[in-house]
């Protein structure tokens, strides 16, 4: 019997599509899940009921089709994120990524050329092979860090017509400076780039730490994607959305599939941003397993990146992969993210992060 790879070979599949793997990490059953940057308090209970509830009364409806606009959504979206933000500024996918996909849709394609900062999120590449559209690659310093005059000199070299700025950064956690994001901008003027601030972890960042939401005002070129996933608890509900200017949905509109939003998972997410506080009272206490990591890490010899996500990125490993099966031998598992020294690591429980420290120091 053909492996899978030789079935796909056999298939008439598109020419930029051979060769690439999907995106994954490993889906394993152990006690510890540490590896996708989950949530791992969970839903609360009086939120978890409150969903239900939303949920069964829209089941009552499901013989009709949902909301086209998902106008409440979106009003409930504005409200959350405050910075004088409109219903018209907001628009929600199944996920970050298929908000991302939307974009990629409307504004790369052929012809057009989208350009990252690895490392930083897969899921961009993949993205953009997707819709024919060109990717294109700019170095961070040593540091994982980005300055506003290289960052910008990329982007006016390679004529992108599409900016990924993920901040804080997966996999390292670092997060841009708001001057990065401007001179991005104004360096993208000459090509009419969008230029997307992708904080899907945006709730964690440290004190002091500003979001680009404060820069969509006078910036109808910028972007700013959010999810549900990590700070609320609601990965499995697959919801994410974007602030911009509102002929920016205007555009998405133009790409989006019939009814993209089910009713079902409208319900979930209006009832969820209603409790938001609720859901959202976990966040300061993952900050402090993230920082106790990062302490921790440190006395073992180690060098953790500074992280304002719900995870923390170290380098330092002489054999990163022996550790990465010591840990899951010992029913941990955290995620190989494929550059050389280093693993990344899930901000979780108290628990869950005690007897990861204890594993890796047993393993050290």
Not at 145 to 155: N, Y
Not at 263 to 281: G, R
Not at 333 to 343: E, M
Request: glycine content about 8%; hydrophobic content about 45%.
């Amino acid at each position: 019997m053909p492996s899978t790879v030789d079935a796909l070979a056999n298939l008439p599949l598109r020419d930029d599509l051979v060769g690439l793997h999907p995106y994954g990490a490993p889906q394993l059953d152990v006690p510890v899940l540490l590896n996708v940057n989950e949530n791992t308090f969970g839903v609360p209970a009086d939120v978890h009921a409150a969903i239900v509830a939303a949920v069964d009364a829209a089941a009552q409806g499901l013989n009709r089709y949902p909301d086209r606009e998902f106008t409440e959504l979106r009003t409930n979206l504005a409200r959350y994120l405050g910075h004088g933000l409109t219903p018209d500024q907001l628009w929600a996918a199944n996920g970050s990524n298929e908000v991302l996909q939307q974009i990629l849709q409307a504004f790369g394609g052929p012809g057009r050329t989208a350009i990252g900062f690895p490392p930083t999120y897969s899921m961009y590449p993949l993205l953009a092979s997707g819709t024919g559209t060109r990717y294109v690659t700019a170095p961070r310093d040593a540091a994982y860090t980005m300055t506003p005059d290289a960052t910008a000199r990329a982007v006016r070299d390679s004529g992108a017509n599409i900016v990924f700025l993920c901040s804080p950064n997966n996999p390292t956690g670092t997060a841009l400076g708001l001057e990065v994001v401007e001179a991005v901008y104004e360096a993208g003027k000459d090509s009419r780039a969008i230029v997307i601030v992708d904080e899907a972890y945006g709730e964690f960042a440290q004190e002091g730490t500003a979001s680009a939401l404060t820069l969509l005002p006078g910036r109808p070129r910028l972007l700013v994607s959010r999810t549900m996933s990590k700070a609320f608890a609601l990965a499995g509900a697959r919801i994410g959305y974007l602030a911009a200017a509102p002929e920016i949905t205007d555009a998405l509109r133009l790409v989006r599939l019939p009814y993209h939003l089910s009713a079902i998972t409208q319900a979930a997410a209006n009832a969820a941003l209603t409790h938001a506080a609720t859901l959202l009272s976990n966040v300061e206490a993952i900050k402090v397993q993230r920082d106790r990591i990062v302490v921790e890490l440190q006395r073992l010899g180690l060098t953790p990146a500074p992280s304002d996500a719900n995870f923390v990125f170290f380098t330092g490993l002489e054999d990163p992969h022996r550790v990465w099966e010591g840990l899951l031998a010992a029913g941990v598992l955290i995620r190989d993210v494929g550059i050389p020294g280093s693993l990344r690591v899930t901000a979780g429980t108290e628990e869950e992060t005690t007897l990861f420290l204890s594993a890796l120091k047993n393993l050290l």
